[in-house]
């Protein structure tokens, strides 16, 4: 799974475009060769459940993605200004048991971001995957 931000945290994704964005970023998945599970997000984050097809790094899908999804939402001129994606990305691996749970999850996002913040749940997700012992700083862009 991936989870990335908008630029300085700002709420620009509205839900009446919402869906088209995550179907930007599913296309671009699937040009990698990579089958889109569930794409889901808030105003500030998105999160994208993908099998990777491991012909081409996590790294360069990232990238690609926030640039055609940067490019639609500009383009369309959906927001005040320009957007744009903070820096890096968080990624997280899961069994094919877990699948089911982080479906729900993803689809849960508005619900269980009204309980709790996105610095929160990064914060949590790093150290449930155990990628960071203990106590630890995020960047300020979570803030």
């Not at 930007?24 to 699937?30: D, P, R, S």
């Not at 890096?88 to 749970?101: L, P, V």
């Amino acid at each position: 799974m991936l989870v990335f931000g908008v630029k300085y945290r700002l709420g620009l994704i509205d839900p009446q475009w919402s869906h088209q964005l995550y179907a930007v970023i599913g296309n671009k998945l699937k040009d990698y060769g990579c089958a889109p599970i569930i794409i889901g997000g808030v105003k500030d984050h998105v999160h994208i459940l993908f099998s990777s097809n491991g012909n081409v790094s996590i790294s360069e899908i990232v990238k690609e993605i926030k640039i055609d999804s940067t490019r639609w939402i500009n383009s369309n001129r959906l927001t005040i200004g320009n957007f744009g994606w903070q820096e890096g990305s968080g990624r997280f691996s899961y069994s094919f048991g877990q699948i089911e749970d982080v479906k729900r999850y993803i689809a849960n996002q508005p619900t269980h971001h009204n309980q709790i913040s996105f610095r929160k749940e990064m914060e949590s997700m790093i150290i449930r995957a155990g990628q960071l012992p203990g106590k630890f700083d995020l960047p300020e862009e979570l803030e």
